[in-house]
């Protein structure tokens, strides 16, 4: 689930073509740049990423609430930007 919605934030940042290269602050900037109507999305699309990394070097199993957070905040970010 957060693997997918993050891979999915990504491919929406390669069609803008943004370089994979940026680092996270850098691609929070540029966010920050584009859709600065769009501050919820942003937030949505960084909590993801924040989930990722949490759930890939914490070793961190995610409960049924933050599935379902995840599962929100895609939506959001899919009506949001698209």
């Known amino acids: 689930m957060f693997y997918a919605a993050v891979h999915w934030v990504e491919e929406q940042l390669q069609q803008k073509q943004y370089p994979l290269s940026l680092d996270h602050r850098m691609r929070k900037r540029r966010l920050r740049q584009v859709w600065s109507s769009h501050k919820t999305a942003i937030r949505a699309y960084l909590q ?9 070097y914490d070793g961190w199993i995610p409960t049924d609430q933050d599935l379902q957070d995840a599962q929100n905040y895609l939506n959001l970010v899919k009506t949001t930007i698209v």
């Open 48 to 56: 993801l990423e924040h989930f990722s990394r949490q759930a890939r």
